[in-house]
């Protein structure tokens, strides 16, 4: 089974978002993302061979997320 995702993030700068993402891009067997930059968001296309290795990879994005969020308050 493949499966698919596609997450869009509203950011100011997502320039800095997508420099942040870039080392959590690798190229998995079971999972992987793109990013593309967009005028004021960017894009995550997720896809997976399994719900796992989605669950996975939207985790990972997510926990990354939270902390470009927290930094960005301070």
Known sequence: ??????????????????????????DDKRSNFKLKEKENSVLFEIESKDSVALRATLNSITKLLTVYEKMEKL
Do not use: A
């Open 1 to 26: 089974m493949k499966l698919k995702s596609t997450i869009e993030i509203n950011d100011k700068d997502p320039k800095k978002l997508i420099e942040c993402f870039k080392p959590e891009m690798t």
